[in-house]
């Protein structure tokens, strides 16, 4: 898997612990701090499904193109296109 930069600011306190953290561990602040996020996103498993429903882009497109087109499908097609279980 290909690692996404990110930038981002903290605080000076959260700043010193990582690299206080990263020296006792011999570990990078960035090691740290992709570790601290990683634990924290772990703890996030309720979100899951909600995380489900955030549409990709393509999707957002495609609607936007069926409004905008007035290009509408019954329910039933709907579901049966979008794999959509009642």
Known sequence: MTM???????????YNKARTIGFVENKSIAQ????AVDSFM???KDIDKKLTLVLEPDDEEEIL????????ISEDEFNKKYNFKK
Do not use: A, G
């Open 4 to 14: 996404k930069r990110v930038t981002f600011q903290i605080n000076p306190e959260v």
């Open 32 to 35: 740290v701090l992709r570790e």
């Open 42 to 44: 772990s703890t996030k």
């Open 65 to 72: 193109k069926t409004i905008e087109d007035n290009d509408y």
